[in-house]
DNA sequence: TGTAGTGTCTCTAGTGACTAGAGGTTCAAG
DNA sequence: CTTGAACCTCTAGTCACTAGAGACACTACA
């Protein structure tokens, strides 16, 4: 049994972010001590340090919601953990590519201007203001 | 002199948007009719194209303001120009490497199980409740 | 047993960059 | 002159927290 200190410390989580996973229903309410201060068990460490790794993933808390489901009926068909995951993976995929975009956007409007010059010639200030300077589209 | 639907049009920018970014102070606020609405002028055109620009490529709000601000002093230095526009590069560089690790982690995961199973056999499930599975650190 | 200091409680409000909706007014076309 | 779309302001909601106020609880030491 430890405090809500204790387990903010173990799991690095930190102690407004997991009441807040309590209200929001992805960590079971614990018990309290007499004078109204939460007492966790080693269960809910592991609860919360399921839901820290899903977070740092990048999974939304709706999506580690029905997970913790999943978790709590061992017994049902695990396709739906699947997709998520599989979900998750293609949106880290598309955002990846559209970094990758901006990247080479970013890198070709910052080379174009070493910063010695003035705000008027300036390369990037130009360069936002017209798209057609751009290389490709995004 | 046109309404904010047609510069919302032109610039594809939405209404509320423009409102918001007129409340935000990244837009001046324009001319009104007898009967209180906005009616815009190509200049406001093209500092909403601005905007729109710099958002897309991922600036916040409070460096565009700084650009902005640049842009209506063209005698100043563009040094801080070419700063926010390497350290939004250098950002969106950070945030790929992370996406990359991120990406591995799940294709790991995902493929450690075919949906097939039941829940409580779920690599994707056992992977989240046990860091100890990861392949490197995240 | 008293007390000091730290930890915890609830509640409200703020973050960024919008988006949605209510309820009312104005504009442009026919 | 009427109709209907576009416009106005204002408030509240989104996501995943974070910050702060003001009050109460716990623990260590004297």
Redesign the interface.
């Known amino acids: 049994m430890f405090s809500i200190g204790e387990l903010s410390k173990r799991t690095k989580v930190k102690v407004p972010t997991i009441r807040y996973y309590e209200e929001m229903g992805l960590l079971a309410a614990p018990e309290r001590t007499a004078g109204n201060q939460r007492r966790y068990t080693n269960e809910g460490l ?1 609860r919360l ?2 839901i820290r ?2 977070r ?3 999974f939304s808390i709706e999506a580690i919601s029905s ?1 913790i489901e ?2 709590n ?7 739906a ?6 979900g ?2 293609s949106e ?2 598309a ?2 590519k559209r ?2 975009a ?2 080479n ?3 070709r ?2 080379q174009g ?10 390369y ?2 130009a360069s ?2 017209d ?1 057609d300077l751009c290389g490709r589209d ?1």
């Open positions: 592991e340090s399921f790794h899903a740092d993933l990048g997970l999943l978790q009926h061992p017994d049902r068909s695990c396709e953990a699947t997709e998520i995951a599989e998750q993976l880290v995929r955002k990846i970094l990758k901006l990247e956007e970013l890198k409007i910052a201007c070493d910063g010695r010059g003035v705000a008027e010639d300036c990037v200030l936002l203001a798209h995004h």
